[in-house]
């Protein structure tokens, strides 16, 4: 049992490119979510997923995209990325609405130069 | 704008003391209330959360709740170096309003 996983751990973007940060969760969770955090800020919600094929924005979607075609995987897209999105990227998965426990993923340290 | 206001520290204790940490919240229909640690480096993991007013002990951390003036805190008793750590405080209700705070900074001097 992994957990929550996400690729890649490291990246560096040039400003312009895009590119789809990986998330995949083993633990059959229904809710599904995309945090970024900024240095020295708390974790500041993207997108976030009730179930396969429903995706719904968070605080701060602009510049993102997201698909949930299936239970287990949540990827976040990019577009055109700007200095602004150099961040840690976090997925995480919970079990229920409201469940006290969100499950989180290592992370994605993104640098846009 | 609904926010979640921590003092960002850093709270320096010894070991052996009793870490206090506090966190105020804005939107008067929150109803649970969680608390994080996150090493440095790492991912947030759930140390403890709280529903209702009053007191909730689990080993040496004790989540106090006061909604009627929005404050929600988490005591730690005989602090551990291994407690270092940021400590997150984030709200409940619907999927899209899980407001975290922007952390407070615990250093454990041994």
């Known amino acids: 049992n992994a957990g929550v996983t996400q690729t890649p751990k490291f990246r560096i973007l040039k400003i312009g490119q895009s590119m789809t940060l990986q998330c995949t969760q083993d633990?059959?969770?229904?809710?599904m979510y995309w945090y970024r955090q900024d240095p020295g800020m708390g974790l500041k919600l993207i997108y976030y997923?009730?179930?396969?094929?429903?995706?719904d924005k968070g605080e701060v979607p602009n510049g993102y995209n997201v698909s949930r075609s299936t239970t287990e995987d949540f990827p976040l897209r990019l577009e055109l990325a700007a200095p602004s999105q150099t961040s840690v990227y976090f997925c995480?998965?919970?079990?229920?609405?409201?469940?006290?426990?969100?499950?989180f993923g290592p992370g994605t340290r993104l640098t846009v130069l | 704008q609904k926010e979640v206001e921590q003092n960002s520290g850093p709270l320096s204790v010894p070991e052996g003391a009793i870490a206090s940490l506090n966190c105020t919240y804005s939107?008067?229909?929150?109803?649970?209330f969680f608390w994080y640690r996150q090493y440095s480096g790492k991912s947030p993991e759930l140390i403890m959360f709280?529903?209702?007013?009053g007191d909730k002990e689990d080993g040496r951390f004790t989540a106090q709740l006061n909604k009627a003036s929005q404050y929600v805190s988490l005591l730690i008793r005989d602090s551990q170096p291994s407690d270092s750590a940021t400590y997150l405080c984030?709200?409940?209700?619907?999927?899209?309003?899980?407001?975290f705070g922007k952390g407070t900074k615990l250093s454990v001097k041994p």
């Open positions: 995480a998965s919970s079990s229920l609405a409201g469940a006290p426990e969100q499950f």
């Open positions: 633990m059959n969770h229904n809710y």
């Open positions: 997923s009730v179930g396969a094929g429903i995706t």
């Open positions: 939107d008067r229909g929150s109803q649970s």
């Open positions: 709280i529903y209702s007013n």
């Open positions: 984030r709200t409940g209700g619907s999927q899209g309003n899980l407001i």
